[in-house]
T-cell receptor, first 116, second 109 residues
Framework: SAVISQKPSRDICQRGTSLTIQCQVD?????MFWYRQQPGQSLTLIATANQGSEATYESGFVIDKFPISRPNLTFSTLTVSNMSPEDSSIYLC?????????????FGPGTRLTVL | DAKTTQPPSMDCAEGRAANLPCNHS???????VYWYRQIHSQGPQYIIH???NNETNEMASLIITEDRKSSTLILPHATLRDTAVYYC??????????FGKGNQVVVIP
């Protein structure tokens, strides 16, 4: 597995502002992902963070709202832009590692965001 | 969208084996089945995965039917700390996980 940390662990923000969430892993990984978990809901994949190229976004998520950086193989950021109360969620990063013959994702602890 | 089906909730007795079912009738031949759990809004914790053969690790056992259309996660001796939402998941394109609603498992003393 891998040790994954996220900063901040939680934040309360005002609508219209932006927040950048950091994800750091203790080893080089090819694949990093960002998920959102809205209150009482399951996880939804936002995008795959690609090192050296633009992130690949899932349907319903756009770069202007959720810009992602992946400057190297151990670090990524997700920005939640122009926030509204509907963006209140837990944001999670994950990394993909080869384990038991298959790519397996391991998750960070999450960032709990509340937008007022 | 998730291609797996799980019961929405179940109770298990502390100290007994907990058997968590999952249907994945549309899984393709080379797709693994993954199990994760999430304890009270923490990050999901990887449990185990399998393709065709039964698998066992320090956390659980995974029994996959011969036709691969269903599987069962077995927690051999459930404890109160095993109370969590359990997700049975398969991958879709480019190693992406599609989380369904999961199975809220409550271990009862």
């Amino acid at each position: 597995s891998a040790v994954i940390s996220q900063k901040p662990s939680r934040d309360i923000c005002q609508r219209g502002t932006s927040l950048t969430i950091q994800c750091q892993v203790d080893s080089q990984v090819t694949m990093m992902f960002w998920y959102r978990q809205q209150p009482g809901q399951s996880l939804t994949l936002i995008a795959t963070a690609n090192q050296g190229s633009e992130a690949t976004y899932e349907s319903g998520f756009v770069i202007d709202k959720f810009p992602i950086s992946r400057p190297n193989l151990t670090f990524s950021t997700l920005t939640v832009s122009n926030m509204s109360p509907e963006d209140s969620s837990i944001y999670l990063c994950s990394v993909g590692l080869l384990a038991g013959g298959a790519d397996t994702q391991y998750f960070g602890p999450g960032t709990r965001l509340t937008v007022l | 969208d998730a291609k797996t089906t799980q019961p929405p909730s179940m109770d298990c007795a502390e100290g007994r084996a907990a058997n968590l079912p999952c249907n994945h009738s549309t899984i393709s031949g080379n797709e693994y089945v993954y199990w994760y759990r999430q304890i009270h809004s923490q990050g999901p914790q990887y449990i185990i995965h399998g393709l065709k053969n039964n698998e066992t690790n320090e956390m659980a056992s995974l029994i996959i039917t011969e036709d691969r259309k269903s599987s069962t996660l077995i927690l051999p001796h459930a404890t109160l700390r095993d109370t969590a939402v359990y997700y049975c998941i398969d991958l879709y394109g480019n190693n992406r996980l599609a989380f369904g609603k999961g199975n809220q498992v409550v271990v009862i003393p």
